[in-house]
């Protein structure tokens, strides 16, 4: 079955790729570390963001957590809010 | 009360909503836009948040709050959009029986959202731009 998941972008991300979201091809058992690896090597640009998170479902993921299609997926660069 | 707007920010309602009887300290911080960074004079900022979450990272700061504290009333409202400088940016008000609590409450508040909740703001210059944090 080949699927995807869509990974919302915000800030530094947005302005880096072009886009507000991004289709990433979701393989089996794939975890968060593995989305950053291939959106690392889709937009090297990303790579020299300070810290860049993942959000699953709104909330902060850690990087061995897997993905399924339903998610809601977002990149979280550094937040600089207030 | 949490919420991210893109009105101004009400302080009259804000501080309605902290009124309380038992309140002997009420606490209000407003973040405001500056008109430079490390002397560089900025224009204007434009806030960017991922509502969703902003929210419940917001909510679960207030819910810590009211775990270390003893609140008798929260508020706290995040702006988003385009604000010139002068602009209210963000709104923390605490309500309390005493003001040591109501000030260390407040400032807790202020100092998480800036560490976790997913707003991000880009400082535009009159020669140039940048979002604050990243350093790509």
């Known amino acids: 079955m080949n699927t995807t998941v869509l990974v919302l972008l915000f800030g530094i991300t947005r302005d880096l ?30 790579a020299g963001i ?14 061995d957590q897997a993905l399924g ?14 | ?20 009887g038992q309140a002997g300290a009420i606490d209000l911080f407003l973040g405001v836009v500056r008109d430079n960074t490390k002397d ?3 224009d204007r900022l434009e806030y960017e948040a991922y509502d969703r979450m902003a929210i419940s ?4 700061i207030a819910d810590e709050a009211n775990r ?26 605490v309500a309390t029986a005493h003001r040591a609590d109501a000030f260390e409450a407040c400032r807790y508040i202020i100092d998480t959202i800036k560490e976790t909740v997913p707003i991000w703001k880009k400082e535009v210059f009159t020669d140039g731009e940048v979002w604050v944090n990243a350093h790509p």
């Open chain 1, 17 to 46: 790729t072009g886009q507000s979201a991004v289709s990433v091809p979701l393989s089996e058992g794939m975890r968060v570390g593995d989305l950053l690896t291939h959106l690392h090597l889709q937009y090297p640009e990303l």
């Open chain 2, 1 to 20: 009360m949490v919420a991210i707007t893109t009105d101004p920010i009400d302080v009259t309602s804000a501080l309605e909503h902290l009124h309380s």
């Open chain 1, 50 to 63: 300070r810290s860049l998170l993942v959000a699953v479902n709104g909330e902060y993921a850690e990087r």
């Open chain 2, 68 to 93: 270390r504290w003893p609140l008798l009333r929260h508020v706290i409202i995040h702006r988003k959009g385009t604000l010139q400088t002068g602009e209210m940016a963000v709104l923390i008000g």
């Open chain 2, 40 to 42: 560089r004079p900025v």
């Open chain 2, 57 to 60: 990272e917001m909510q679960k």
């Open chain 1, 69 to 82: 299609s339903n998610d809601e997926i977002a990149l979280i660069p550094p937040v600089s809010g207030g």
